[in-house]
């Protein structure tokens, strides 16, 4: 496995490949990498014949009250979970080598972003597909792998791929969980031992809204209500939403119906976690 931090050496490596015929899977991340990426960096070794994985914490998706700076980061540590998982190619560039100093050009996308997260979040899936753009110009993958976990990223991500006739295929890969339902996120390492188990109030939410459409409930009010009331029973948790949107469009929805994105974002103390749960029928 080879470790590199500029845009040409990624460029020059994927160009052999591509000279002998090779496909390339990319995992995009922003390191501090847990099971969650593994499963897609499995899912890459599986079906591509080289995989590439970025580590780069992107300022251009944090709001100017975000977490940038205190954002977890463990290069060691990511590389030593990369190599474990059989991949080829690490890129960990520094701002400065993705972001010249003239910078001004961004990819954007309208509609989507405007629910759920990019409500709160206003500037942050422009971060996102602006680096991911980038970064897809630069490893030129035949496939990039992204997680349910954020369902309104892989979304977008799918749309501005296809507005912008990008030539590689998304693919989406299930939620991780940790053994007692939590949601597998960078961000979990920001809880004490007591938010730690509050949090568990998020997939608690996610499992009984499943059980609510199997049992054939079809009114999101009625599903997101009951979610809402058991999130409300733990004090340590803040509602920023609870919501049932079309899985394609992210627009509220009052049926639930194939395809469904029941999703939520809740702080426990000053960390903002999300879940959901995709309804296919
Ligand atoms: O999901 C993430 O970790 C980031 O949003 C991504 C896709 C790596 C872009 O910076």
């Known amino acids: 496995m080879q470790l590199v931090t500029t845009i040409q050496e990624v460029r020059d490596i994927v160009k052999q490949w ?35 994985v970025s580590v780069f914490v992107n300022p251009m998706q944090f709001g100017p009250s975000e977490d940038l700076d205190s954002y977890p980061r463990d290069i060691n540590a990511d590389s030593k979970l990369c190599e474990e998982m059989g991949v080829d190619l690490i890129f960990h560039p520094e701002p400065s080598e993705m972001y010249h100093d003239d910078f001004c050009s961004f990819t954007d996308i309208n509609g989507l972003s405007n629910h759920l997260c990019g409500l709160s979040r206003p500037i942050h899936f422009r971060g996102v597909c602006t680096v991911l753009n980038k970064l897809f110009n630069i490893v030129m993958p035949d496939r990039a792998y992204f997680g349910q976990k954020d369902a309104q990223q892989a979304a977008i991500v799918k749309q501005f791929v296809k507005d912008l006739n990008l030539p590689l295929e998304i693919v989406r890969c299930p939620i991780i969980r940790e053994a007692d339902g939590l949601a597998k996120s960078s961000r979990n390492t920001y809880l004490s031992a007591e938010e730690r188990k509050a949090a568990l109030i998020l997939s608690k939410a996610i499992f009984l809204g499943q059980e609510l459409v199997e049992k054939g409930e079809t009114s999101a009010k009625k599903v997101t209500d009951q979610m809402t009331d058991l999130i409300k029973t733990e004090p340590l948790a803040d509602i920023e939403y609870v919501t049932a949107v079309n899985g394609l469009t992210m627009e509220e929805v009052d049926e639930i119906k194939d395809p469904t994105l029941v999703a939520i974002a809740v702080r426990i103390g000053k960390t903002r976690l999300i879940d959901n749960f995709v309804v296919e029928k």
């Not at 995992?27 to 070794?45: C, D, F, I, N, W």
């Open 18 to 52: 591509k000279k002998e015929d090779l496909t390339v899977g990319f995992v995009p991340t922003m390191g501090y990498l847990h099971e969650g990426h593994a499963s897609l960096m499995k899912e890459a070794r599986k079906r591509d014949d080289k995989v590439v």
